[in-house]
């Protein structure tokens, strides 16, 4: 069956987003969140699209300058690819996305929690997003759901987290509860219009 929208809007009623401190101003400005595929594409930088960031990386984008996460928990032995899939495309694949982490108001899920500890002593902060506001806005395309942390695989009983074209799906294809979303992303880029953006510190989401 479909992921009932009905259901996981009620269930994660916030969406959660990590920037770098230096970013939030632009992303208020625009009322735009890039993909990193459309920050290199743009900064002509395109061939860094299919390779993995061991650190974070700064760009020139519309005469700023913009902040580009690590990937550095992406790490190749902890993946099985579906067929005809490899590393490269899997990073260009995570590029081309703008992700979210599910949560109330009271904060994101565990998994969200885990990766904003990870940059608690970085310039960070965090987005709160209205969950239901965010897919008015983004309907074309429609957000897609995640079933892992797409970026950093764990082995389970020896064997590694799959990955392929199917690591994100429309909510039509989506086979799993709305419990089970651990990741919300969109392509390429995702608009705020009309929508409130609530900025908060990573640390109100670390420890306790």
Known sequence: ?????????????????????????????????????????????????????????WIEFGGERVHIRDQAPLHRGNITFREGWGFEDLVAHLNDHVFFWPGTTGGPISYGRRHFERYAGEEAVVLCLDTRAIFAANTDPGPRFCKYNSGSPRCTGGRGSPRGPDTFLDADCFPHRPSEVIEVTFPDVVRLDGCEIAERPVSDFVGG
């Open 1 to 57: 069956m479909p992921l009932d929208i009905e259901r996981f809007v009620r269930l994660r009623a916030v969406l959660y987003h990590l920037t770098a401190t230096s970013n939030a101003a632009r992303i208020r400005n625009t009322g735009l969140i890039h993909s990193t595929s459309t920050l290199y594409r743009s900064a002509g930088m395109a061939p860094s699209i299919r390779t993995r960031r061991a650190e974070g990386q």
